[in-house]
C-alpha cells in the first residue's frame, strides 16, 4: 500500500539558509499535518492544510511557512534557519472522513550546523 | 488546551514478560480519540493502538491491550510476551474528535517512554 512519501530524508543546511521539505500524502488523504521533533523530545504539531487550506496552526515559527497544493502534496519552507531549527520533522496524512488515523512518513532529518 | 502526561521516562521488562506503560490526559472535550504510538531507533512512528473514547470497550491488538478508564482519564497499554523488536519510545496521543474541530485533528503526544527488553 502507499504511504506518505517525503523528501529528502535527510539535510543538511547552514544557518540563514532557507530549507524546502516535501510531503507526499496517502492517495485520496485530503488532510496534511506538518510536525517537529526535537532531540529526545515528543513530536510538536506546526501547521495542518486541509483541501489546500490550512486548517490549524501549533507553535510554528514566523521563519517557517507551508501550503498544500493542487496535487495534495505540501512544502514547508523555512527560513534564516537556526541550530535550534535541527530536529526530525515528519508529515502525516489522513481523509477527511474523521474516522481513520494519520498515517505518518518517515520524517526529514534537517541539521542546521 | 488538552494535554498528555507519560510519568514514566524509561521502563525496562524481561523478554517474555508484560509490562505496562503509563497515560494520562486531561480535556474538556467527550469524543475524543487516544493512540499509542512506537518510535523504534528509525524513528519511524508505528500506529500500536487507537481507542476510541466513546467506546468502553478495551481495544486489543494481539499482544498490546490497553486499559482505558474514561472518568480517570487513564489510558495505559500493556504489552504481554514482551519480544526484543517491542523495545522503542512510546508515545501516548490525544485527538479531538469533536464536530467543531473538524480538520483540525492534531496530535497532542505525551513526553514518551522508552521501553528497554532485557534478554
Known amino acids: 500500500a502507499a504511504g506518505v512519501i517525503q523528501s529528502p530524508r535527510h539535510l543538511i543546511k547552514e544557518k540563514r539558509e532557507t530549507a524546502t521539505l516535501k510531503c507526499y500524502p496517502i492517495?485520496?488523504?485530503?488532510?496534511v499535518y506538518w510536525y517537529q521533533q526535537g532531540p529526545g523530545q515528543d513530536p510538536q504539531f506546526l501547521i495542518s492544510?486541509?483541501?489546500?487550506?490550512?486548517?490549524d496552526k501549533g507553535s510554528i515559527p514566523d521563519r517557517f511557512s507551508a501550503q498544500q497544493f493542487s496535487d495534495y502534496h505540501s512544502e514547508l519552507n523555512m527560513s534564516s534557519l537556526e541550530l535550534g531549527d535541527s530536529a526530525l520533522y515528519f508529515c502525516?496524512?489522513?481523509?477527511?472522513?474523521?474516522?481513520?488515523?494519520?498515517?505518518f512518513g518517515q520524517g526529514t532529518r534537517l541539521t542546521v550546523v | 488546551a488538552q494535554t498528555v502526561t507519560q510519568s514514566q521516562p524509561e521502563m525496562s521488562v524481561q523478554e517474555a514478560e508484560t509490562v505496562t506503560l503509563s497515560c494520562t490526559y486531561d480535556?474538556?472535550?467527550?469524543?475524543?480519540?487516544l493512540f499509542w504510538y512506537k518510535q523504534p531507533p528509525s524513528r519511524q512512528m508505528i500506529l500500536v493502538i487507537r481507542q476510541e473514547a466513546y467506546k468502553q470497550q478495551n481495544a486489543t491488538e494481539n499482544r498490546f491491550s490497553v486499559n482505558f478508564q474514561k472518568a480517570a482519564k487513564s489510558f495505559s497499554l500493556k504489552i504481554s510476551d514482551s519480544q526484543l523488536g517491542d523495545a522503542a519510545m512510546y508515545f501516548c496521543?490525544?485527538?479531538?474528535?469533536?464536530?467543531?474541530?473538524?480538520?483540525?485533528?492534531?496530535?497532542?503526544f505525551g513526553t514518551g517512554t522508552r521501553l528497554t527488553i532485557i534478554p
Open positions: 502525516a496524512s489522513s481523509p477527511i472522513d474523521g474516522n481513520t488515523e494519520a498515517f
Open positions: 492544510f486541509y483541501e489546500k487550506m490550512q486548517s
Open positions: 496521543a490525544y485527538r479531538s474528535a469533536e464536530e467543531s474541530n473538524f480538520g483540525n485533528e492534531k496530535l497532542t
Open positions: 492517495p485520496r488523504h485530503d488532510t
Open positions: 480535556t474538556s472535550e467527550s469524543d475524543y480519540y
